[in-house]
């Protein structure tokens, strides 16, 4: 496909994503009706699809459009693309500019074009996070970092920088957490290379690993809301006695199981009914569901579809998770609570509402992790009995 071409297919499936597809879903229909499309199309149909996404309202805005065609004129334009060079009507291309695309507004960007937040998010990034809310709402609007986990039950770093480097990834240490590197090159080969495929790294974010590092030592360890398992895998690594994984939706564990083979981790998964028999346990971690907004840079289009009925449904949900959890802590034992959120209302606010509700209870940790070049946002805290 030519460069135009490839614009021309993000204009496409962008309007599919404004007529309320998920973009995954829309990404992966397009793919299979047009298997003319190589590997290399495909990938930079999809950059541009999700670069959109992080900055709707101001591509929006330098677009003239909220459509499809004016969501990439903003994006480009964004850029300093020559856009005459790709919106020539020509074989695949773009038709030509029209005459109100050529101008730019005359109006002044709003902070909330600016910002790419929803307004009533934007008033929740104000005052929630204070002084860095805009950096913030900046940050979110980048591509984020390609992290790996060192898997330290079965190598070191430097092992791993070896072999990744032999398969042609380039990668860095990162600060966040000893068993994190950033992928500077070549992430498109992780996936198939040795390092990968035999163990002895995966992929997970730094910010994430800075979560486990902080758990406390224990025997017996649940992850109680385990989702795809990464954390369990990240805490087998560091090695316990026993470590148990739920999630009360099953199938988002469907791969635990080879994971926790390829690289040397033992877990044992539990259906609910199963968790009061098998504990109680020295370590619960809720990584609790949540709006996701220190990863919107992966999933950007969730910032577009949260709205505050589901944020409070949510906050809601983390209460009920938070006492049901209590119950499975062992006596002396922690409860770590975590979420993939900069929001205020999601973090400590969810903590203090818990010490408020369990007297006998306090908070012996907490810390929050920003939107970084190193890492998605975090939040976690420690809480044991008095």
């Not at 109100?100 to 929630?128: C, I, R």
């Not at 940050?139 to 330290?152: D, G, H, K, M, S």
């Not at 500077?184 to 996936?191: A, M």
């Not at 994971?259 to 609790?288: C, F, H, K, M, N």
Request: net charge negative.
């Amino acid at each position: 496909m030519t460069p135009a071409a490839r614009v021309a297919a993000a204009i496409e499936i962008l309007d599919m994503i404004g007529d309320g597809l998920p973009a995954e879903q829309v990404l992966t229909r397009w793919g299979r009706g047009n298997r003319f499309a190589g590997s290399k199309d495909r990938a930079a149909i999809r950059d541009y699809v999700f670069d959109v996404l992080r900055v709707k309202r101001s591509a929006a805005w330098l677009g003239r459009a909220a459509t499809g065609r004016g969501l990439m004129i903003g994006l480009l334009r964004k850029h300093d693309v020559d856009l005459d060079t790709l919106f020539t009507g020509e074989g695949h291309a773009p038709a030509p500019l029209m005459d109100y695309e050529e101008a730019l507004p005359e109006a002044e960007m709003t902070l909330q074009d600016s910002w790419n937040l929803p307004d009533w998010l934007v008033d929740k990034f104000t005052h929630g996070l204070g002084e860095t809310a805009q950096v913030t709402a900046v940050a979110l609007q980048e591509r984020a970092p390609i992290t790996l986990r060192v898997n330290i039950a079965k190598t070191n770093t430097s092992n791993a920088e070896r072999m990744l480097n032999e398969a042609g990834v380039e990668v860095i240490a990162n600060a966040l957490s000893p068993t994190a590197l950033t992928v500077v090159e070549g992430n498109r080969r992780v996936r198939n290379s040795p390092a990968y495929l035999e163990g002895f790294v995966e992929l997970q974010d730094a910010s994430s690993q800075a979560v486990v590092d902080a758990l406390p030592k224990a025997k017996r360890v649940l992850d109680y809301c385990a989702g795809g398992g990464g954390k369990a895998l990240a805490i087998a690594a560091r090695g316990a006695d026993a470590i148990f994984a739920h999630d009360i939706e099953p199938s988002r564990m469907r791969d635990l199981s080879l994971r926790a083979a390829r690289g040397d981790a033992e877990i044992t998964q539990l259906e609910g009914s199963e968790l009061a028999r098998s504990g109680p346990y020295d370590l619960v971690l809720v990584d609790a569901p949540c709006s996701g907004s220190g990863s919107w840079r992966r999933a950007p289009e969730a910032k577009w579809r949260l709205t505050p009925e589901n944020l409070a449904q949510t906050l809601a949900l983390q209460d009920n998770i938070l006492d049901e959890a209590m119950a499975l802590v062992a006596k002396g034992g922690t409860l770590a609570y975590a979420t993939c959120s900069i929001l205020p209302d999601e973090n400590r606010a969810r903590v203090d509402a818990f010490l408020n509700r369990h007297a006998g209870w306090k908070c012996v940790y907490d810390q929050t992790f920003p939107v970084s070049d190193l890492g998605d946002g975090f939040y976690t805290a420690h809480l044991q009995q008095a």
